[in-house]
């Protein structure tokens, strides 16, 4: 069985921070490209990073490029969204997704769109 599980969310201040963690299991780990997308309240998915299955430049959203930082541990089957400075707008459930067989650019639209694997993700909660 595939699992993708979300933790590390939860209420922080404006400016704070927060570690999101995924463990992943029931799927070859080092063949998928991996990453987050998060969606606000009454808002669409929206793609934040992903990092591919060989680990090159990742991917982030303009939004938070310079604040986030994603890593993968195909050793512990597992990626984290390390989140600093965050802001009010950040607010949102985040889930974590994997998709095989993609670039990262591809691959976070996948995730986008609902392919592949996802988690039922984390809500991160920002007060200003």
């Known amino acids: 069985e595939v699992q993708l599980v979300e933790s590390g969310g939860g209420l922080v201040q404006a400016g704070g921070s927060l570690r999101l963690s995924c463990a992943a299991s029931?799927?070859?780990?080092?063949?998928?490209?991996i990453g987050w997308f998060r969606q606000a309240p009454g808002k669409g998915r929206e793609g934040v990073s992903c990092?591919?299955?060989?680990?090159?430049?990742?991917y982030y959203a303009s939004s938070v490029k310079g604040r986030f930082t994603i890593s993968r541990d195909n050793a512990k089957n597992a990626v984290d969204l390390q989140m600093l400075s965050l802001k009010p707008e950040d607010t949102a459930v985040y889930y974590c997704?994997?998709?095989?067989?993609?670039?990262?650019?591809?691959?976070?639209?996948?995730?986008?769109?609902?392919?592949?694997?996802r988690g039922k993700g984390t809500l991160v909660t920002v007060s200003s």
């Open positions: 990092i591919s299955d060989s680990d090159d430049s990742p």
């Open positions: 029931g799927f070859t780990f080092d063949d998928y490209a």
């Open positions: 997704a994997a998709v095989k067989g993609r670039s990262t650019a591809q691959a976070m639209g996948a995730m986008i769109v609902g392919m592949g694997y």
